[in-house]
Every structure is written in structure tokens, then in C-alpha cells.
């Protein structure tokens, strides 16, 4: 079992680029979440996708968006990149009930110059 | 708002000792609590979870304590080893949660 995987592992943006990370949740794991981890902070939550719908959001304006697909794997799409979107972006994965663990992903970490 | 408060500073532990990490919450009432490490450059990596109705949870050398009266949870290692600095991530979920909340993460450094 590969556990949940993301690419690509590093990338480097210009500001009002557009970049789409990916992630493959973990295998029999149906819910994904993403998240934004800044240098010292903790995660934090974006959204979550569970049968191909948002099910929830974070306080993230509308440029960031995602997807899910029929067999779970999940993008995350942020447009017009700014320079305090550096960051490391975490896919996490669990199964359909809430309080489980998350299985986190390595992460995408995202420079914008 | 919500919010989930962690010892701000690294803390520094000989091997050996007990390493105690605290985390605080306010205007938030969660259904479970838990916690992960994160190593430099990596994805957290979840440790243990205890729901609301528990007030002790231990595996292996890990011990965790939650204190919703106080609205704060303890976590314990005990006989720390230098494998275990790395930092630690409290984080809580409510009963509808899709989303888990994160603390900021204490440092935790053992010496040899």
C-alpha cells in the first residue's frame, strides 16, 4: 500500500500563475482533505471532498478550488498565485467515518516568486 | 473564534526524562482530540486520537489526557529517546466534523 501520495513534491510559480496539485488518497480511503501548512505554523484545513463534492470549507477565498475524481484521487486548483500562497500544501486521506485518523500525504511545497 | 494555543517555545528534554506537552482550546467544544508529529519537510503522521467522554489514553510510551473542563489536553512521552524530536501537532474535530483544527505544534528537542 503506497499510502496517500502528491506531485509534484516541489514547484515554483510566478504570482498570478495558476498551479494545480494532486493527490492520491490512501487505498480505501473515499474522503480527501487538503490543507496549508506556512513555515512554523500548523495545517490548515482548506476543504475536504467525499463522493465528489466539497463537503467542507475553510476560510480560503474562492481562488482555490478542487476536485474529486470517481476514484477518489483529488487536484487542487489555486488561481492568480500570490506571493502568501508559499506554502506546503498536505493532502490527507481516511475512510467515510469523521474521527479517524487522517493519513497525510509527504506535501507539495509551493514557492511563489 | 476558535482557537488552539501550544507551548509557544521549543521545549528541551534529557533522554530519558518525560517530555509533557500541552494544548489549550477555546470557544470550541470537540468530540475527540488528536495528535501528530510532523519531522522537518513532511506530512504529519497521526499518534493518537481520544474522544470527549475519555480522560486517558496510553500507547506503548505515549500517554494522553483530555480535560474538558479546562478545555486542555496533556501528552506525555515517557522515557524520551532523540528519535522523538520532532514537532507535535495537537489538533481537534467536532461531531460533524469534516475539518480537523490544528495547533501551531510545539518543538520538542531530546538530548542525549
Known amino acids: 500500500d503506497a499510502g496517500v501520495t502528491q506531485s509534484p513534491t516541489h514547484l515554483i510559480k510566478t504570482r498570478g500563475q495558476q498551479v494545480t496539485l494532486r493527490c492520491s488518497p490512501k487505498s480505501g480511503h473515499d474522503t480527501v482533505s487538503w490543507y496549508q501548512q506556512a513555515l512554523g505554523q500548523g495545517p490548515q484545513f482548506i476543504f475536504q471532498?467525499?463522493?465528489?463534492?466539497?463537503?467542507q470549507r475553510g476560510n480560503f477565498p474562492d481562488r482555490f478550488s478542487g476536485h474529486q475524481f470517481p476514484n477518489y484521487s483529488s487536484e487542487l486548483n489555486v488561481n492568480a498565485l500570490l506571493l502568501g500562497d508559499s506554502a506546503l500544501y498536505l493532502c490527507?486521506?481516511?475512510?467515510?467515518?469523521?474521527?479517524?485518523?487522517?493519513?497525510f500525504g509527504q506535501g507539495t511545497r509551493l514557492t511563489v516568486v | 473564534s476558535q482557537k488552539i494555543e501550544q507551548n509557544s517555545e521549543a521545549l528541551n528534554i534529557q533522554e530519558g526524562k518525560t517530555a509533557t506537552l500541552t494544548c489549550n482550546y477555546t470557544?470550541?467544544?470537540?468530540?475527540?482530540l488528536q495528535w501528530y508529529r510532523q519531522d522537518p519537510g513532511r506530512g504529519p503522521v497521526f499518534l493518537l486520537l481520544?474522544?470527549?467522554?475519555?480522560k486517558e489514553k496510553r500507547k506503548e510510551r505515549l500517554k494522553v489526557t483530555f480535560d474538558t473542563t479546562l478545555k486542555q489536553s496533556l501528552f506525555h512521552i515517557t522515557a524520551s529517546q532523540p528519535a522523538d524530536s520532532a514537532t507535535y501537532l495537537c489538533a481537534l474535530g467536532d461531531s460533524s466534523a469534516s475539518k480537523i483544527i490544528f495547533g501551531s505544534g510545539t518543538r520538542l528537542s531530546i538530548r542525549p
Open positions: 471532498y467525499y463522493e465528489e463534492e466539497e463537503r
Open positions: 481520544i474522544r470527549e467522554n475519555e
Open positions: 490527507a486521506s481516511s475512510p467515510q467515518w469523521l474521527d479517524t485518523e487522517a493519513f
Open positions: 470557544n470550541y467544544s470537540p468530540a475527540y
